[in-house]
């Protein structure tokens, strides 16, 4: 189904007008191709001038199977409603954090920030189904996300973590290049900061270390380790792996644009 007519009850509102000026169709440059013509997806990296995998391109968070919603791109992943989905034993939740994750399920995650229209944070970019676009260039790898026309910042030019940051949606990154792999690490993110639809917290005392790592042209692998000793009793690390979306772009997606529903809504 495309993107542009999958209304998602995830997000509450469905995607509105017309797309036909945004090149959802217009062909990417570059793909290596097979003898038949179709992508060569297993394909090497391709690379920068400095000899560095080039993270640039446009990616979906890998689902195993077609889900609720057929087999179409919007496809939530088991992380966007569980982080540890795929982690022995779940995450490690402190009691405070486990009794809050119990209550917001429960309530059926009515007070998740994304579905009230606030910034998701930095942790979810990568498992929103909306796809997000990377940008590599000397100095900084930015991320696009089609999610609320929101970025990130991963900044590559040496530059060291403020020592008491403000806090932020997304926090502050900063990467180096271990061989392959892109290792960036994260602080001043802000308290009341959930990671997944479930309620997973995050607080400001939280560490993040992200190693990116572009296995070949159609996939990218990011360990994501999370140090937050006041809502896990322990450090913990989940690899999210990520496909190349081809031929498309992002849309322009609010998700309050065109919202005609909450005017008909009853109570409080």
Known sequence: MPRHLLGVSLF????TGSVSGQWLKYPTPGVPRLPDGTPNLAAPAPRTADGKPDLSGI??????ACGPFGCADYQPGPEFFNYGARLAGGLPYLPWAAAAVKERTAQFSKDDPIGLCRPGGALRFHTFPTPRKYLQQPG???ILSERDVTYRQLFTDARALPADPEPTWNGYSSGRWEGDALVVETVGLRDGTWIDRQGSPLTAAARITERFRRVSYGRLE????VNDP???SRPWTVTLVQDIALDTDLLDYHCTDNEKSAERLVGK
Do not use: E, G, K, N
Not at 59 to 64: A, E, N, R, V
């Open 12 to 15: 509450l509102v469905a995607l």
């Open 59 to 64: 990616w979906y968070l890998h689902f195993d």
């Open 140 to 142: 900084l790898v930015t």
């Open 222 to 225: 990011i360990d994501v380790t």
């Open 230 to 232: 006041r809502t896990y």
